[in-house]
């Protein structure tokens, strides 16, 4: 009876059409893996992402609001939650002349490339980066020398008293793959990014050298979720991996790529659980062989 009344809210909320029960997590994470959530909502617009945002914060509900999946390892027996996409009700974007407005449910490189073609500079790093722009703030994302922290002028979130608010970038306790937004669990709604004028021709050459340097160096036609573990400081995660012998090491159907030493690759028949094991093992065996603790950049959820 609970669960129905729980359904109907949210069919009230944002249309019944859009909400789901049972959708594997595997269509909708870059690891290609994981069960169910529970629900699955997609609200239209931004009003009903509040609404229902507002009914599961107040009725302490577990919930996850989505980008791209692409940072996330769900567990295969599912999420005992709702989860939020933002793709539809947080989409819109907006130029105005070198400021960029983002909708947190934009692809990050799609509003590289949208700024490549105004000729605005400062983005190139992302143009590869497969997260939302929500989730790239969220983690302060970075590559190749840039990271969100340099571009980001505000971000609109949603406080604990559900009051929509501006943060300025100075103010977002932005440092390596942190935020406030993460620490605080504040929703993102919409970012404001500070880019420069700059020369086409230079900024796609840039995103073209880049982009080869991706294909070249990542495991970029497997499925994965980027670099599985944050840069232990001092070090260079792929590097401990490599030197403790761990390349290729492969547990079920999930890979230290041999071609990137810091990607956990899916070879097409991967379990959540095995993409676990192999974290846990690669862990264990770079602490044994250099004391070191590499932490997962990849968010854990869910049951296993």
Known sequence: ??????????????????VQRSVPMSEHTTFRTGGPADHYVRPADREAF?????????SEREYLILGKGSNLLVGDKGYRG???????????????????TAGAGVGLSTVAGMAAEAALTGMEFASGIPGSVGGAVFMNAGAYGGEMSQIVKSVEVVDPSEEVIEIQGSDMGFRYRMSIAQEKKLPILSV????SHGEKDEIYARIKDLGMQRAKKQPLEFASA???????????????ITDTGL?????????????????????GNATSADILDLIDEVRERVKARFGVELVPEVRIIGDF
Do not use: W
């Open 247 to 267: 390349s290729g090491l492969t547990i079920g159907g999930a890979r230290v790529s041999p071609k990137h030493n810091g990607f956990i690759i899916n070879l």
């Open 226 to 240: 980027g670099s599985t573990f944050k840069r232990p400081e001092g070090y260079y995660a792929g590097k401990l």
């Open 192 to 195: 404001k990014l500070g880019l």
């Open 1 to 18: 009876m609970e669960n129905t009344f729980f359904e109907n809210r949210l069919a009230e909320l944002c249309g019944a059409d859009r």
């Open 50 to 58: 509040l609404r229902v945002l507002r009914y599961l914060r107040q």
């Open 82 to 100: 709702t989860v939020v996409d933002t793709s539809e009700a947080l989409n819109e974007t907006e130029i105005d002349g070198d400021t960029v």
